[in-house]
């Protein structure tokens, strides 16, 4: 992560501001660096100095948990079966440690400081990775893991999940294919969502729609797109949900 040493070392700025950029600010300047790293305005007059492809790792790592942070207040408060789901996404999924996990916490605690709202983040977030569907959608399936954490999914967090849907432009396809894995259904149902195919389409149909899904999320197509490291080991994640429900479903359509 060549961009988080950057920053924390305070050698450079970035070049993005609105509600994210803040977040990061507050985060890095009331905590990180006392001494090197004055404030985000250091940022705001270093402007560039992060390569394109860093600055994009800066922000999705900066969106995850400034979005997820206003996620879990959607109900009122933060469950600890929330910040044990959170927890667990920066150790086990993302493999954050040390400086890079403890940055992750502060952007949380930042963010839910703030009174921007999960919409600004949300929007920022899509307005910066519209063009990479495979990164909006793994997003939207960690909201909905946080959102059925503490096993209630309260009307509010189901608000926010819908917003989500309408701002990152999901069709209802897309979301049905991630609210399935998480919401009670069917297991064969639940197959067939994931797939974004139907109950009755025949096998040939379900094998392409496989195969178009398992290019979206294959790791090596996650790479090749210079997509933040953080994401690969999500992104093999959903492949493996992917194979899974293909499997399910052949096993079903051949026996």
């Not at 977030?125 to 909201?143: A, I, P, R, W």
């Not at 503490?150 to 608000?159: A, I, L, N, R, S």
């Not at 259904?185 to 197959?191: I, S």
């Amino acid at each position: 992560m060549a961009w988080m040493g950057k920053i924390l070392g305070g050698t450079v700025g970035w070049s993005f501001g609105g509600p994210l950029g803040a977040v990061i600010g507050a985060a890095i300047g009331n905590h990180f660096d006392k001494n090197n790293f004055a404030s985000s305005q250091f940022g705001q007059q270093q402007k560039n100095n992060l390569n394109q492809q860093e600055e994009k790792q800066t922000i999705f790592f900066t969106s995850i948990f400034s979005m997820l942070a206003k996620f879990a207040q959607a109900d009122g408060t933060v469950s600890r079966s929330e910040i044990k789901t959170i927890d667990r996404f920066i150790k086990n999924e993302l493999k954050l440690q040390g400086d890079a996990r403890e940055l992750a916490i502060r952007i949380f605690d930042e963010a839910k400081r703030k009174n921007n709202s999960f919409t600004e983040y949300a929007q920022q977030f899509y307005d910066n990775f519209k063009s990479e569907q495979t990164l909006v959608l793994g997003m939207f399936d960690l909201l909905m893991k946080v959102a059925v954490a503490d096993d209630d999914f309260h009307h509010k967090e189901e608000e926010y999940i819908k917003k989500a849907k309408r701002i990152f432009k999901l069709n209802d396809s897309q979301y049905e294919s991630i609210r399935s894995q998480y919401v009670e259904t069917a297991d064969l149902e639940k197959y067939y969502k994931i797939l974004e195919c139907s109950p009755e389409a025949d096998f040939k149909e379900v094998k392409r729609k496989y195969r178009k899904k398992a290019k979206e999320f294959h790791p090596d197509n996650v790479i090749g797109k210079g997509l933040p490291e953080e994401f690969v080991d999500f992104a093999e994640q959903e492949f493996k949900k992917i194979n899974d429900a293909y499997e399910k479903i052949k096993e079903h359509k051949t026996a």
